[in-house]
């Protein structure tokens, strides 16, 4: 477990991403929540990837 910090670190990363996803869609920000979209799944395939 202790080599996979990395990958750890970005799926936290991912899931602080999503949190965004969900406060802009609130405030109706829907291009932004598509950016924060497109880096949560880039983050979360590096998660993947990494492990």
Wanted: no cysteine; proline share 0%.
């Amino acid at each position: 477990m202790s080599d996979n910090w990395a990958a750890v670190g970005m799926a936290f990363i991912a899931l602080f991403l999503v949190g965004g996803i969900v406060s802009f869609i609130k405030q109706g920000l829907k291009v932004g929540a598509v950016l924060l979209a497109a880096l949560a799944a880039l983050a979360t395939t590096a998660a993947v990837l990494w492990w």
